[in-house]
């Protein structure tokens, strides 16, 4: 299974709500990923969790915070988000060693 | 830290036509380079990486070709069709022990294959 999945689909919140994007995968890799992607750019790297502990946090406003139960799980709960945070927030994995990133579908977010 | 430049930002060719893109990067200790293509509105996907040290791989159509001493790699697909339009990205990383990779990724190439 090579296949890295994501819920929702889609998410429509306003900027006071409190709401958790999903993220597993079962390949056994130890490294897990948080990117945003605005339209026409590339994915800007969020968050990094290896062994379930973040080693990664690229100065991430703490509206946004991850969270990895464990080595398959991956969360990001959002709060008081503004509107400009709407993007496509795509979760990944990979081994730790220099190798592929396996990206799932994202989550399409608007903040209203 | 690592900036990775990628070049053109779009490309139209006919179908059946070669296209080449470029990326640049700056750090000497990056070692990992894969190239992702995004359709529109789907997740970016892996259709090629080198390793440094190696200095080309081919998969089928599609190729890729690594210069270490002047900083850049190159995405070559030949016989272009169709559905080869999409967006794609390259990326550069290193080795980082156990924090996981910090992928830096160029700012993509739209590219568009014209029937």
């Known amino acids: 299974d090579t296949e890295v999945t994501q819920t929702p689909k889609h998410l429509v919140m306003g900027m006071t709500n409190k709401k958790s994007l999903k993220c597993e995968q079962h390949?056994?890799?130890?490294?897990m990923y948080w990117y945003k992607q605005k339209a026409k750019k590339p994915p800007e790297l969020m968050f990094v969790y290896s062994y379930e502990k973040l080693s990664i946090n690229e100065s991430v406003p703490s509206r946004f915070s991850p969270e990895c139960p464990n080595s398959s799980l991956l969360n990001l709960h959002l709060h008081a988000l503004q509107p400009e945070d709407s993007a496509l927030y795509l979760c990944a994995s990979s081994q730790l060693r220099p190798d592929t990133q396996y990206f799932g579908p994202g989550t399409r977010l608007t903040v209203l | 830290g690592e900036n990775v430049e990628q070049h053109p930002s779009t490309l139209s060719v006919q179908e059946g036509d070669s296209a080449v893109i470029k990326c640049t990067y700056s750090d000497s200790a990056s070692n990992y380079f894969p190239w992702y293509k995004q359709e529109l509105g789907k997740r970016p996907q892996l259709i090629i990486d080198?390793?440094?040290?190696?200095g080309e791989k081919k998969d089928q159509r599609i190729a890729v070709t690594l210069n270490k001493t002047a900083k850049h790699f190159s995405l070559h697909i030949t016989e272009t069709q169709p559905e080869d339009s999409a967006v794609y990205f390259c990326?550069?990383?290193?080795?980082?022990?156990?924090?996981?990779?910090?992928?830096?990724f160029g700012p993509g190439t739209r590219l568009s294959v014209l029937p």
């Open positions: 080198i390793r440094s040290n190696v």
């Open positions: 990326a550069a990383t290193k080795d980082s022990e156990n924090y996981g990779q910090n992928f830096v």
């Open positions: 390949m056994g890799h130890r490294a």
